[in-house]
């Protein structure tokens, strides 16, 4: 199949200047009272709304009345965000603007005899073995469906959206939750599609057998009866193949895959802590980027949780575990807690060891830890929390760095892109071709390294905009029920060896890639020579600065030992406290074990014979990513 070409820029459909539809006059019946309710209570605080105020007893189509919805958005948006009191009554009206708009958009419809020629969205979350990430991300979708409206439902579903739920799970009761958790959505009125590991191996194997050994590494080897945890790459890869069967209308459909532990929300700080809102159109949204635009793929960043491997954040989580307890340690045990209140906000990837390699500069410092419990409460009961928390930090968790979300210049502006966050992405048909590639090699760091290539390829066609999604590494069922590929539990140990390891030579990859693309034409096979002299330049800078690292976790770790058992502090004399003592040993027990000059993970990325064979899987890989891609290509 060929891929169609790129549309030229469109008109928005229901812009001031659309084209006029016979018929399509403003009944003097119709209703926009929350249009009217949102002028009247807002035109004093929002200069901007006497204009569409002005403009509304002008309107003499439903095209120029649904155009001044648009004019409202923007005014609303930079009132919510602006830091108001009055954040959820403006948000309220926010969406309920939408809703009026939707169903003038049904009416207009009716009244004109036309379709709704706004793109469908077809979702794709790939799963494995995470029955309450699962629920919260459904859930995240139903709510941005109810609130907003985007289509409508007046069928009983929202009939613009659909989700494909794409099964990787190896636990059989896991698989059975979330066949429920999709038949529970499905009554809600979404349209959810459960695509089993038998349906995935019957799709594949459907493809013709050359093509499907060219794809092997895109699409996986692995056997029918060992069909599970092939890994997300390769399981969004699938997806793929199931969006084209799925897709009805290639000119008007968008592609969305998501990940499982992210939600269609964003996190805003408050003075009681971190809330969850769905003050977000998304499809909305990004239906008029692409309508607006040459965009081919368009990624949204994330909030909430460090998009990160906690590999790569141990040295500033430690600084800022030592400054906690450097302060508690000249607090009183019963006085009320002093860590309330919104502390300064990290600035992009403050959460990472190494961001100057990602072109941040951030200056040392710490961050404080912002305690989550409510009502009265003394030092004793913060700490008691707070140590109950820390070992989620092995999981992806950070309790003093979260990102929070920023309004900024608005949803729509565009900037050039160069990573893709691989649960926040959106193609078109034509913009299919550009995946994920490298999945076999189970590295870390590949959105990032699939963007440097993408980037050089098709240039601002490649964009990023500001909606990202609420990023949550765990939830409220608690560690025993989530999974993590790479991380090992045991009973009172956790191992992230798999992890780290695949972190190192994922940085090896990535800044191999990015220096690659800077002399060499992406769109031809790569020369295995030049790729041996860029990983052998990039594995000398990385192993020293991976060394620095290594020295600083340990000496702060250490640093941090001391503080908490050897310093004498009040905590040490409370019997009530001994519980919460326990889980910070078993923290710094574990950032030793995962970290210190013993760790196995270290171990192998010090093994020059390791890393010989780790060089050689990154090498052939880029060496054939272009004929990879041209068999990917094929499929279109």
Not at 210 to 226: I, K, N, S, V
Not at 473 to 501: I, K, Y
């Amino acid at each position: 199949m060929t891929i169609p070409a790129s549309k030229p820029p469109s008109r928005f459909p229901h812009s001031p200047d659309a084209e006029r539809v016979p018929g399509a006059h403003v009944p003097k019946e119709l209703a926009n009272p929350h249009l009217r309710d949102c002028i009247a209570r807002y035109q004093a605080r929002i200069p901007g709304l006497a204009d569409v105020a002005a403009q509304l007893s002008r309107a003499a189509s439903l095209d120029a009345l649904i155009a001044l919805y648009e004019a409202c958005y923007p005014l609303l948006e930079q009132a919510m965000w602006s830091g108001e009191p009055e954040f959820h009554p403006l948000l309220a009206c926010y969406q309920s603007l939408f809703r009026e708009q939707e169903a003038l958009i049904r009416q207009r419809c009716k009244n004109a005899q036309v379709s709704d020629e706004r793109h469908h969205f077809i979702l794709a979350i790939p799963v494995a073995d995470r029955p309450p990430h699962l629920r919260a991300c459904l859930e995240s979708l139903y709510q941005v469906c109810t609130l907003f409206d985007y289509g409508g439902h007046a069928s009983g579903v929202w009939e613009k959206i659909r989700v494909i739920v794409s099964e990787d799970s190896r636990d059989e009761d896991n698989v059975r939750r979330h066949q429920e958790l999709v038949d529970e959505y499905r009554k809600k009125g979404l349209q959810v599609v459960y695509f089993g590991l038998d349906e995935q191996y019957e799709l594949l194997h459907a493809l013709p057998p050359q093509q499907r050994e060219r794809l092997g590494h895109l699409l996986t080897t692995q056997p029918r009866d060992a069909f599970y945890l092939k890994g997300q790459a390769a399981n969004r890869n699938l997806s793929y193949l199931k969006f084209l069967q799925l897709t009805e209308d290639r000119e008007r459909t968008l592609y969305y895959p998501i990940d499982s532990d992210q939600s269609l929300c964003v996190n805003r700080q408050t003075e009681a802590g971190e809330e969850a809102v769905y003050a977000l159109n998304y499809f909305h949204t990004i239906d008029r980027i692409f309508r607006s635009t040459d965009t081919l793929l368009l990624t949204g960043k994330m909030v909430g949780d460090p998009p990160v491997s906690p590999a790569v954040m141990a040295a500033n989580f430690l600084d800022d575990v030592t400054a906690f307890f450097t302060q508690l340690a000249g607090l009183r045990s019963e006085a009320a807690c002093q860590f309330h209140g919104a502390g300064p906000v990290a600035g992009d990837a403050a959460y990472h060891d190494m961001a100057r390699l990602f072109g941040f500069d951030h200056q040392p410092t710490t961050y404080p830890y912002p305690c989550r419990l409510q009502g009265a409460h003394d030092h004793g009961a913060c700490l008691a929390d707070f140590a109950q928390r820390l070992n989620a930090f092995f999981f992806g968790e950070h309790l003093t760095r979260k990102t929070w979300f920023t309004y900024g210049s608005g949803f729509t502006q565009l900037t050039p892109a160069r990573t893709i966050y691989p649960g926040n992405y959106i193609v078109n048909y034509a913009g299919l071709k550009y995946l994920i590639p490298f999945g076999h090699l189970r590295l870390r760091m590949s959105g990032p390294t699939a963007g440097r290539l993408i980037a050089a390829e098709i240039g601002h066609r490649f964009a990023s905009f500001n909606m990202p999604n609420l990023h949550r590494r765990t939830t409220e069922a608690g560690l025993d029920d989530d999974f993590r590929p790479g991380v090992e539990v045991g009973e009172a140990s956790v191992d992230l060896s798999n992890e780290f390891e695949r972190q190192f030579f994922g940085d090896l990859m990535l800044f191999s890639t990015e220096e690659l693309v800077k002399h060499a034409d992406v769109n031809q096979p790569f020369a295995r020579e030049a790729v041996e002299a860029v990983i052998a330049q990039k594995e000398a800078e990385l192993l020293a600065l991976y060394q620095q690292k290594h020295d600083a976790i340990v000496a702060r770790n250490r640093q941090l030992n001391e503080l908490v058992f050897d310093a004498g502090h009040w905590w040490l004399r409370a019997p009530e406290l001994a519980d919460a003592l326990r889980h910070v040993r078993a923290f710094i027990d574990n950032i030793d074990r995962n970290f210190g000059a013993h760790a196995a993970a270290w171990r192998q990325i010090q093994s020059a014979a390791h890393r010989a064979e780790r060089k050689r899987q990154i090498v052939e890989a880029l060496v054939n990513y272009r004929a990879e891609r041209d068999a990917w290509d094929g499929l279109f």
